[in-house]
């Protein structure tokens, strides 16, 4: 019996492998396409705005070595996940990793919470991951084995474990707002995952959730003004937010053969910022 190859080229490797990155224009959506492309993959983003798209793939196409491509899509409705959908098909017969990270926020003071508020963000958070999801499946599927499966990752939050919508140590919607639709939504889709892991594991796809703590995206940017950056690092224990790289090295891990035996998953991505409680070890340079 010929030794198996455990080379971090052969276990981590997405070299010539083909993925679909909503929300890829800004933030981590862009942090987790360039990781992929960095390492060889042929990777689409999608989101509502052309020239920030346009601007992203030129940056990555020039640093190379995969490619990136972008397509134009609204996922606030299922007519816009089965356009996305439709329109990926014309271009590729083959998919291997669907990162739904697109998403949307809403904070609002408890008793003044808009009803649209709930509209948008769970169409976007949650009904958007499902439909696009079951539009790309039959790709996802296609030559899948169970050493090689179908990946599909959603990126949840750590607001869909924690129960505090509002307040904490530092806030990512304002002093007096809440988090309720997001954090609501957050929670449904970590649920909504492994659903999903359940019915496509037969066809060979796995299903995984990322929580990620604070990152510095479009969605932090309020909270980072706000409060400033030194605030949002002192209550982490690393004593940092995250970064590209751990967003990157995980979403790798998961869509490789180091993760294929991996499915149903929900993995906590915020340097141990929920265990603490938001209580940053002061005297952490001691230890």
């Known amino acids: 019996m010929a030794a198996p190859n455990l080379k971090a080229s052969t276990l981590l490797g997405v070299q010539g492998k083909i993925a679909l990155v909503t929300g890829g224009g800004s933030g981590i959506g862009t942090m987790i396409a360039a990781t992929l492309v960095q390492n060889g993959a042929k990777v689409y983003i999608a989101s509502r705005k052309e020239k920030q798209l346009k601007g992203v793939a030129d940056a990555l196409n020039k640093a190379g070595p995969g490619s990136c491509h972008y397509i ?11 356009a996305l959908a439709g329109e990926f ?3 590729e017969s083959k998919l291997h990793i669907l990162v739904n990270n697109s998403g949307a926020t ?14 948008k963000v769970m169409a976007l958070n949650v009904k958007a991951l499902f439909y696009l999801t079951v539009g790309l499946t039959d790709l996802l599927a296609k030559d899948a084995k169970n050493t090689d499966p179908g990946r599909v990752i959603n990126i949840a939050s750590v607001a869909g474990i924690s129960p505090r919508a509002e307040g904490g140590t530092v806030s990512l919607a304002g002093k007096g707002n809440g988090l309720w639709a997001y954090n609501t939504s ?24 990322i929580c990620p703590g604070v990152f510095p995206s479009k969605m932090t940017a309020f909270g980072y003004k706000q409060a400033g950056q030194g605030a949002f690092d002192s209550v982490h224990p690393m004593g940092r937010a995250g970064s590209a790289e751990d967003i990157g090295g995980t979403v790798m891990w998961l869509a490789t053969r180091a993760g294929a035996h991996i499915t149903g998953n929900v993995t906590v991505l915020d340097g141990g910022l929920m265990i603490t409680g938001e209580a940053a070890p002061k005297e952490s340079s001691k230890l």
């Not at 134009?72 to 089965?82: I, N, R």
């Not at 008793?111 to 649209?116: A, K, L, Q």
């Open 72 to 82: 134009v899509a609204d996922l606030g409705t299922k007519a816009g996940c089965d």
């Open 89 to 91: 098909k014309k271009h």
């Open 106 to 119: 809403w904070g609002a003071p408890y008793d003044d919470y808009p009803e649209n508020a709930w509209d």
């Open 186 to 209: 957050k929670a449904a889709a970590i649920h909504l995952s492994t659903q999903l892991a359940v019915t496509l594991a037969p066809r060979f796809i796995t299903v995984n959730a």
